[in-house]
């Protein structure tokens, strides 16, 4: 009898016979599994740890894409899924509902800024996005202003990869190939503290771009549907952060000019920047929020839209009005995705989260610490349990290195080398761990990448 061959050689291969893998460059990894890059086959995860299919483990060091929460293989997680699963797995979602949906949509609506207190399910971060634009802008059509057609997003903002979503984002990597298919948002300056001017303090920019924010909606207040924002850290833009108080001038001017403020907290939401949510910084509460990532702890796709009842009010009317939101999605409002978001808010209620989070935070900024004076460092930026290290050529004037040279690449094959996965955005180096990971988990992701930089930039 002949076992099939179960390596990572042989899994990679294969893989590379059919798969084709998303925010890749195939030719990196080669037809055979034999290119610069490995194709790492995942067999199973314990807590912050992967494992491949020959026994070697990785340090899980930003969270599988920003969703694992507490742990890979979490058995309170697990054991609720299954418990679902022998129930029920799907059912249509329109005209039909569940107790794991139910459930949710009042759990959210507790733990969420105040006024936000109806829940629109989706799939992922992307779809939530689209909900959100699609529901502000068919809102203000509802209402006898179908002027407003246009969006305000923000410069070096990304919201997500489906056509809607990647219109209101700005970083050309995504979306320079599709721009012919795209919407055309009104850009805002980013309050982007690593941007400011020298010796400006976060406070200072963020109060800076508030102004230029208030001169764009002055001229396009009357057909501008909402300003799109990621609050207080731009991921997929390069971790950019900045200060809370843009987010309450946000609020501010869109209350005064009577615009949607849509909060994309798809990233950081759950606890990421230290509050469950990043908008409660600055004591706001947004009109649309988008949910996802953390939301299930890592385990499923699901996304949620949370908005106010005046939104919902809208749409509220006799079916001859032609006012119903018609957008939908065939899992919309999976059982099995619902009850594991249930039992992720779960641990939230149950155990200290967010007190240890911080700790764990305070940690690992006082190891990156020493990273601030380093020749090729530009920039040590951490919120919460986001931190960022950002490597250029020249620290005086921060000249970035020439993108072909690929130096952030470099730290990524060298914490795979060395058992940590930190898989870069250009040439910023990012911690964006589990909350399950341990002080000295830390030190190791942290020491790996401090070498691992050392190497990239010779």
């Known amino acids: 009898m002949t076992f099939p061959d179960r390596s990572n050689a042989a899994l990679a291969a294969r893989d590379l016979r059919h798969l084709w893998h998303p925010c890749t460059q195939m030719h990196d990894h080669g037809r055979a599994g034999q290119g610069d890059v490995p194709m790492l086959p995942i067999v199973r995860g314990e807590g912050a740890w992967l494992v491949d299919a020959d026994g070697r483990r990785y340090l899980d060091g930003i969270s599988s894409w920003w969703t694992n929460l507490f742990g890979h293989a979490n058995p309170r997680i697990a054991a609720a899924l299954a418990d679902q699963a022998r129930r029920l797995e799907h059912v249509i979602f329109a005209g039909f509902t569940h107790e794991p949906a139910i459930e949710l949509a009042e759990t959210l609506v507790r733990i969420a800024p105040a006024g936000l207190e109806r829940v629109f399910l989706a799939d992922n971060g992307s779809a939530a996005v689209e909900v959100a634009l699609k529901m ?226 305070a940690h690992l900024a006082r190891r990156l610490a020493p990273l601030r004076d380093h020749p090729h460092v530009a920039d040590v930026r951490q919120t919460g349990m986001i931190a960022a290290v950002e490597l250029v050529a020249d620290k005086a004037t921060r000249r970035p290195f020439p993108s072909g040279e690929r130096r952030g690449l470099r730290v990524y094959l060298h914490g795979l080398e060395h058992g940590a996965l930190l898989r870069p955005l250009g040439n910023v180096i990012y911690f964006m761990p589990p909350y399950v990971v341990t002080a000295d988990e830390l030190d190791q992701l942290v020491d790996t990448a401090i070498r691992g930089i050392e190497l990239a930039v010779r």
């Open 136 to 361: 502000s802008f068919h809102y203000w059509l509802n209402r006898g202003h179908g002027e407003k057609t246009r969006f305000i997003a923000l410069t070096g903002s990304y919201h997500g990869e489906t056509l809607g979503a990647l219109s209101v984002s700005d970083v050309a990597l995504y979306r320079k190939t599709y721009a012919p298919l795209l919407l055309t948002p009104f850009l805002a300056p980013s309050p982007d503290a690593y941007e400011g001017e020298p010796g400006e303090s976060p406070a200072q920019v963020a109060a800076r771009r508030l102004g230029d924010l208030r001169a764009l909606l002055e001229r396009h207040a009357h057909e501008t549907c909402a300003v799109i924002v990621e609050p207080l850290v731009q991921c997929a833009g390069g971790m950019r952060m900045h200060h809370p108080d843009y987010l309450a001038g946000l609020r501010a001017l869109c209350d005064e000019f009577d615009v949607h403020f849509i909060a994309d907290e798809i990233a950081v939401g759950f606890g990421r920047t230290g509050t469950m949510f990043a908008c409660e910084s600055a004591r706001v509460a947004p009109d649309f929020m988008c949910l996802s990532k953390g939301l299930t702890g890592g385990t499923l796709p699901l996304s949620a839209v949370l908005t106010t009842e005046r939104v919902y009010e809208a749409f509220y009317a006799e079916y001859d009005a032609g006012k119903a939101f018609l957008h939908s999605h065939s899992y919309t409002g999976n059982p099995l995705a619902c009850r594991v978001a249930l039992e992720t808010l779960a641990i939230f209620r149950d155990e200290p989260v967010l007190e240890r989070n911080r700790a764990l935070a």
